[in-house]
């Protein structure tokens, strides 16, 4: 006997499948939205659609810190009350979107587009390293604050940056690690608590 | 002084706002979303903007339950081993989906589309309910299931449906009601407990 055993249609079981690979959407909840997409008016649906395309073909990058934006040149780079002087070196779009939530930021950024990942076979050649040299050593750059994740893949890539940035003269930061403010003595991971105490700064009351 | 404050791009604005109009999505989670669609390849973004896009264009609906499908009639209507003469009234295509993974049914549905609600400015003539009422008048089905929702909106349309279909001389049932297999009479509503004592059965040893 006919039981519709997964998906009723192959048109619908694509878009199921299609918004499954997004990251913590499981198939049950992927079904639950391609349903209410299925729910909308045509002309609606096609609309969603166009927006999700346009990622693939409207976007610009920043021709400076390759920064998504809708020109050339992104508003950080573009403005001149930013200390272009300071460039701060991460991973990812949104790491750019985390540093300017905390307010706390006034430089410039450089995006590398990823860390180095043998596991993922991503070598330097696949980031924005080059670039980022090139920026270096076309002068007017006096930091940079390497921003990278605390992993394995994180701290290789800040590594292999200080190699290639140091003879170029310029001063290279990296971001404080230690206790989260708020943090719990008792909760915090051991690697992270050593580092706390071994990097011990002078208390300022 | 110049800071991203929400997105640093229209492009990826419109995604957001197009991925966070999705039940239970935030726009936390859908620049999340938007942002894993950027790091992908642009063939790869196109497939999945395509997958959805032919959510409006190539999905079919069978002509006889409106059941989505990719051809004229779905898989259940054009069983003969399913009873076609038992049909199983519900508001959606996921309701469908719902009961079919039970394994308990073996008739067909008829999916109307929705339930009447006047909040929601949808009457009888939104819903597939003339269908319904010549599906019925032309014969060859012995039995109506109403199966829809226990609440104000669902009981108004199971009466509706009542009364336009009891004229045509068909035996019209309803989902059983009652506490749930295993529920605990502490943990039920009110309304359901009273309901399951005043429709009480005989005990089947």
Known sequence: ?????????????DAVEAISSLPGVGSRSALRLALNLLGRPAEEIGQFAGAIGRLATDVHYCRRCMMICDGDLCPICADSRRDQSVVCV????????SIEATGQYSGVYHILGGI???IDGIGPSDLKIA???DRVSAGGISEVILALSGDVEG???SFYLYRQLAPLGVKITTLARGLGFGDDLEYADALTLGRSITSRQPFKP
Do not use: C, G, K
């Open 90 to 97: 991460v991973a990812s779009v949104r790491d750019v979107l």
């Open 1 to 13: 006997m006919a039981r519709i055993e997964n998906y009723p249609s192959q048109v619908l079981q």
């Open 155 to 157: 701290e290789t890539t």
């Open 131 to 133: 670039e980022l040299r």
């Open 116 to 118: 180095i990942s043998p």
